[in-house]
């Protein structure tokens, strides 16, 4: 798990942890993106609304995690690497985002 090379849950993981709010994504007790997904959901923190730069994004129902930067982008680990691209850009579906209350 990085910081050369990354899955789409270690990057997040190792995002957060290096921002100082490792506790915001479970302090890494949740390695998946499914196990992340149900963990935010368990909680009432996952919607499909109102998401706000710093919280995750989910696509394919937990196959896939990403963090949320606002205006409808988001980063994450893809096969070619990390990239910035649009909520809708990858063919996974969007399923919610999880609320890391990082933005307040």
């Known amino acids: 798990m990085g910081p050369s090379a990354f899955d789409c849950s270690g990057l997040v993981l190792y995002s957060y942890k290096y921002a100082g709010d490792y506790r915001a994504v479970g302090s890494g007790h949740y390695r998946?993106?499914?196990?992340?997904?149900?963990?935010?959901?368990?909680?009432?923190?996952?919607?499909?609304?109102?998401g706000q730069p710093?919280?995750?994004?989910?696509?394919?129902?937990?196959?896939?995690?990403?963090?949320?930067?606002?205006?409808?982008?988001a980063v994450s680990a893809l096969t070619?690497?990390?990239?910035?691209?649009?909520?809708?850009?990858?063919?996974a579906p969007f399923t919610a985002f999880l609320h890391t209350r990082m933005n307040r």
């Open 80 to 91: 070619r690497g990390v990239r910035v691209h649009r909520l809708n850009a990858l063919t």
């Open 32 to 50: 998946s993106a499914r196990s992340l997904y149900y963990h935010f959901r368990s909680l009432g923190r996952a919607s499909r609304t109102g």
């Open 54 to 73: 710093g919280d995750i994004v989910v696509w394919g129902g937990g196959s896939h995690v990403g963090i949320y930067l606002g205006n409808g982008y």
